[in-house]
Structure formats: structure tokens, C-alpha cells
Nanobody, 123 residues
Framework: QGQLVESGGGLVQAGGSLRLSCAVSGSTFSIYGWFRQAPGKGREFVAAIRESRSSTYYADSVKGRFTISRDNAKNTVYLQMNSLKPEDTADYYC??????????????????WGQGTQVTVSS
């Protein structure tokens, strides 16, 4: 059974940076994703990375500012977030699945989820 544990959230000023980490254990996965959920809103796709080819995918709202990566030696997936904006404020969740999703921006495609880490960007 796989387990995902996020860390690295916190409070940062607009324009600042944070790096989120997702420690992976208990299983091997084909796809890793980051989603976020702002207060009163649904959970939305942020970024994803494939295990086999390291192909990356981003939501338009974060493209050019966020970078997803993975370190297989450390069994960790990262989300580097630069040029943060107040609208990036949300709980951020790491997700994974053993199969490549048909539609990787869809949350229901991911079976395994972490508990979330809070990111707050002040203006």
C-alpha cells in the first residue's frame, strides 16, 4: 500500500518561493501529481510528472513559475514554486497512481493522496 507525505508549506510574501516535498513509500507509481484546494473551491490540478520518461505537465496558471521534479534516490517528488501570488494560497496535495491517467488533470484518476500541506501567500 502506498503512502505519500507532503511537507514544506508555510507563509510567504508575494513574489517569494517555496519548495514542497512529497515523500513516497510502500509502492511504485507511474504518475505523480500536485493538486491544490483554496478555501471554498474545488481541488484543482497543478502539475504532474511521469515516472518513466519524466515528462512534466502544468496548469496554465502556474506554467513558468512552478517546477515539478522527482529524486528517485530519495523517493521524493518536489514542487518548486517561484514568483508566488496571493491566488496561489491553498492546501497542496501530492497524488499518485500506478497507471498513467487517461486525463491527468482529473483528480479521480489518482488513487493515492497525501494529507496536504498549507501554503499561504500574503500580498
Amino acid at each position: 500500500q502506498g503512502q505519500l507525505v507532503e511537507s514544506g508549506g508555510g507563509l510567504v510574501q508575494a513574489g517569494g518561493s517555496l519548495r514542497l516535498s512529497c515523500a513516497v513509500s510502500g509502492s511504485t507509481f507511474s504518475i505523480y501529481g500536485w493538486f491544490r484546494q483554496a478555501p471554498g473551491k474545488g481541488r484543482e490540478f497543478v502539475a504532474a510528472i511521469r515516472e518513466s520518461r519524466s515528462s512534466t505537465y502544468y496548469a496554465d496558471s502556474v506554467k513558468g513559475r512552478f517546477t515539478i521534479s522527482r529524486d528517485n534516490a530519495k523517493n521524493t517528488v518536489y514542487l518548486q514554486m517561484n514568483s508566488l501570488k496571493p491566488e496561489d494560497t491553498a492546501d497542496y496535495y501530492c497524488a499518485a497512481d500506478r497507471n498513467i491517467p487517461v486525463l491527468l488533470i482529473r483528480r479521480n484518476e489518482y488513487e493515492f493522496w497525501g494529507q496536504g500541506t498549507q501554503v499561504t501567500v500574503s500580498s
